[in-house]
């Protein structure tokens, strides 16, 4: 399956990612190692979500994908990564978030964000 991605400010860009090779079927992409580490401990989180809570998550994806979330603080969040993303397109990801700003998403609201120190995604 392919999802593709759509921003009305650039119709150019999008038709430039979601065309093979910046866009490849969600079922070619693996994880190889997902880990976070929180209040609870290390923990092997699953593939729902890119990013999940805890002080530090690590994903490594084929094809190439390396994504990075930092919680410094309780309600701060680093996000960073590049590759392929669990929805198959390319990207270059570096944002800070609040645990409101999460939950408020980009187009719609996030339902079911991890806020504080929960375990979730993120």
């Known amino acids: 399956m392919r999802i593709e991605e759509f921003n009305s400010r650039f119709a150019w860009v999008n038709a430039l990612l979601n065309s093979w090779p910046l866009l490849v079927d969600t079922d070619s992409i693996r994880t190889i190692l997902c880990l976070s580490w929180d209040e609870q401990g ?49 990207a270059l990801t570096v944002r800070f978030q609040t645990d409101a700003s999460a939950a408020a998403g980009v187009s719609g609201r996030n339902f079911g964000q991890a806020a504080g120190w929960a375990r979730g995604t993120a």
């Open 42 to 90: 290390i923990y092997s989180p699953g593939s729902q979500s890119l990013f999940y809570n805890g002080a530090v998550m690590m994903r490594l994806t084929l094809p190439f994908g390396v994504w990075l979330h930092l919680k410094p603080l309780r309600n701060l969040r680093f996000q960073c990564g590049l590759g392929w993303k669990l929805n198959g397109r390319i």
